[in-house]
């Protein structure tokens, strides 16, 4: 018999690996894909640690078998669908764990118009370092954002030289959009992709926003943005400055690199806690008979971060 899984934290774990064109499949036990490389006869199996990676993009061309997609639950790794260069979101398969009472706390701050801004406020705070203008609602606020935001934009491609048009592509046409904004869009996707990974492992609901409402990644978004232009949207105009061969690629890596360096796994499931806490409402008890995590954690880690 097997011994228990002892899944890795979710902030020790690589942040993030893209496939594409390849067979996944579990072969000899390991996560593996399965590249034929045309007429060859024996395929070429690269080997991903699915247990230590937070989550796993599929592009076009990969298929993935029951098996593979089994381990990849039981491990907690998020295995999302993507379009090309990750740009559009068609499918994720949650890894398991979500917990009825967190949601259930979610659910009741966003609904709530008093407790839902104080969240935000604190969402503001944490994204630009200071405290919110007093005295304004959810949209207010929103506007104030989008205008920083705008101008963060410009100040960057400043920075780094390249010529900003403004944000402006098109998902159904990856190659109307320009350098710019075809590297930011790579480089948020990667972002949304290990946020969602977070948002799960902690047990919370991707759809349930604060400022972002009426999407399917909510409050994937909501978070993503606190880190954004901390993190890759300055690796994307820098690439877009240096103007790579493969962009997209490059961006990848320079996202990888970044998400390591910064720590990125460490703070995000703590901040969610610090955000939500904002509205200083106590957590519900625990009802009786809560079905725990998929894969618990044991206490003896010290570990806030692995769907705790």
């Known amino acids: 018999m097997l011994p228990p899984l002892k899944p890795i934290p979710i902030k020790e774990r690589l942040s993030i690996v893209f496939v594409e064109k390849g067979e996944i499949d579990v072969v000899d036990g390991a996560f593996v894909v399965v590249d034929q490389q045309g007429f060859r006869v024996r395929a070429v199996l690269t080997h991903i640690p699915v247990g230590g990676v937070a989550c796993i993009m599929l592009e076009p061309g990969t298929r993935v078998s029951h098996r593979a997609a089994a381990l990849a639950a039981r491990v907690g790794t998020l295995l999302v669908w993507v379009g090309e260069a990750g740009v559009r979101l068609y499918s994720s398969g949650q890894p398991g764990g979500a917990r009825a009472d967190r949601l259930l706390y979610q659910a009741k701050l966003a609904l709530d118009e008093n407790l839902r801004l104080r969240v935000v406020r604190k969402m503001y705070a944490l994204r630009f370092g200071e405290e919110p203008p007093a005295r304004r609602s959810v949209e207010q606020l929103r506007g104030i954002e989008g205008a920083r935001v705008r101008r963060t ?3 960057l491609a400043q920075k780094f ?33 290990v946020t969602e990974a977070a948002v799960l492992a902690a047990g919370y609901a991707p759809a349930v926003g604060f400022i972002h409402t009426g999407k399917p990644l909510s409050f994937v978004y909501d978070v993503a943005d606190i880190y954004k232009f901390d993190t890759v ?4 105009f820098k690439i877009a400055a240096s103007n790579p061969p493969n962009p997209e690629r490059a961006v990848r890596l320079a996202c990888r690199d970044i998400f390591r360096q910064s720590r990125l796994l460490e703070r995000i499931i703590p901040d969610i806690e610090d955000m939500l806490a904002a ?10 008979g809560l079905v725990g995590p ?3 954690n044991p206490d003896s880690l ?3 971060g692995h769907r705790s």
């Open 279 to 288: 509205a200083d409402l106590p957590r519900p008890p625990e009802p009786e």
């Open 161 to 193: 030289g390249v010529q900003w048009k403004g944000r402006d592509y098109n998902p159904e046409d990856w190659d109307v959009s320009d350098l710019p904004n075809r590297c930011l869009s790579s480089a948020t996707a990667a972002l949304y992709g």
């Open 153 to 155: 934009y410009q100040l």
């Open 294 to 296: 998929a894969i618990p």
């Open 233 to 236: 949207v300055p690796v994307a």
């Open 302 to 304: 010290g570990d806030a």
